[in-house]
């Protein structure tokens, strides 16, 4: 079955929208590209028309600082790139306030920290507001809260930020505009032959392929984040449009079931629940925990919990509750989780049987370091 197949039956269940425009499409040499934003602004005015909900995540807040400061070198220092991005967002959403301005259609701007999502009632809240702004008939646009977010309260790109986003509305598509056209098993700009993939069924399959392959620059880079987006809202049971924003009408075209365009990725069946992909994305781990052989087939294969006879190391320093990486013996990340027990309590009872548990520390919270309900295989 080609894209085209796939695309129709998703179009016709599509209501609610996430569309990320990376900072590739608005930025120019001189700061903001006014000229696509008036394009995409027109496209996406046409598509609420048609009763469509959108969200908009949008990069080009430093862009937009630069036009409006007139510098023409990017910034170098994070105090620098804040403070242009302080500048340039109000620039930026006056923008897209004019442009949709033009077609009557309401906007409101929402600035996010990757802390927002990360604190449960926080992810809640949001969730509320976006809903309220939906039922509205407003559209959101969101951006990173660049003034104020430092390396640990930073999603790390947009990419991330608009699968959140989708996921944390439900959305029913997740659209990355991007200067690239979709997905290629390799640099289509170092390798004449690389092959667009219209239509990945598997991401995470297509994702090890590609960081494999020695022939592909992609494991640094603005693709490997796009793969991760499309790989998270996958799990969250949402498809993804990879595609170039740099032609005029790309969107109109992303919403033409007739018409190919980009890669087309599809969800996973096995949709992780809400909180699970909680867990799973919008936590950052503050520890690592090494389980033996025992423990890991009894997590992936049986579906249990970790108990603390299958702890072999503990790494970082974490409290009770945080989330935190089970790695095998090799090293390698296959779940992440929330546990009930500190590090430094866990170095205590490490390759204990459950009932040693009081004994060594005067009390017994639970049984299992990481209950099942609150652990997610990678």
């Known amino acids: 079955m080609t894209q085209r197949d796939y695309k129709k039956p998703i179009l016709q269940r599509v209501r609610r929208v996430v569309v990320k425009i990376g900072s ?52 170098k220092t994070i105090p620098e790139k804040q403070a242009l991005a302080a500048v340039g967002q109000i620039r930026l959403m006056a923008l897209y306030e004019r442009h949709f301005s033009r077609f009557e259609k309401n906007v409101a701007q929402v600035l996010l920290t990757h802390e927002d999502l990360a604190n449960r009632q926080r992810y809640i809240n949001a969730k509320h507001t976006f809903q309220m702004l939906l039922e509205s008939c407003i559209i959101p646009i969101v951006n990173e809260n660049d003034t104020v977010a430092v390396e640990e309260m930073k999603f790390g790109d947009n990419d ?88 005029a009408g790309t969107l109109t075209s992303v919403f033409d079931p007739s018409a190919e365009i980009g890669t087309l990725i599809l969800p996973d069946e096995n949709r992780l629940t809400n909180r699970k992909h909680w867990i799973a994305y919008n936590l950052k781990p503050a520890g690592d925990v090494v389980v033996d052989q025992g423990a890991h087939d009894a997590l992936v294969r049986k579906g249990k919990s ?56 005067g009390y017994r919270a639970y049984d299992e370091i990481i209950h099942r309900d609150d652990l997610v295989l990678l």
């Open 160 to 247: 991330h930020l608009s699968a959140l986003v989708a996921t944390l509305l439900e959305a029913d598509l997740l659209v990355i505009l991007s200067d690239v056209e979709g997905i290629y098993d390799c640099d289509p700009r170092t390798h004449a032959n690389a092959s667009l993939f219209p239509l990945i069924k598997e991401i995470k399959e297509v994702k090890a392929k590609i960081l494999d392959d020695s022939r592909s620059s992609f494991g640094t880079g603005g693709i490997t984040t796009k793969i991760g987006a499309a790989e998270e809202a996958s799990a969250a049971g949402i498809p993804t449009v990879i595609t170039s924003g740099l032609k």
């Open 24 to 75: 590739q499409i608005l930025s120019s040499a001189e700061g903001i590209e006014e000229t696509l934003l008036k394009d995409l602004v027109r496209q996406l005015a046409a598509l609420h028309s048609q009763r469509k909900e959108i969200v908009i995540v949008s990069s080009g807040a430093v862009a937009a600082g630069m036009t409006q400061l007139g510098r023409k070198e990017r910034p």
């Open 306 to 361: 970790l108990l603390p006879s299958g702890l072999k190391e503990i790494r970082g320093s974490f409290g009770v509750g945080e989330c935190v990486r089970c790695l095998d013996l090799d090293g390698r990340e296959f779940a992440r989780g929330l546990v009930n027990y500190s590090a430094q309590e866990l170095n205590q009872i490490k390759g204990l049987h459950t009932s040693k548990i009081e004994k060594i520390l």
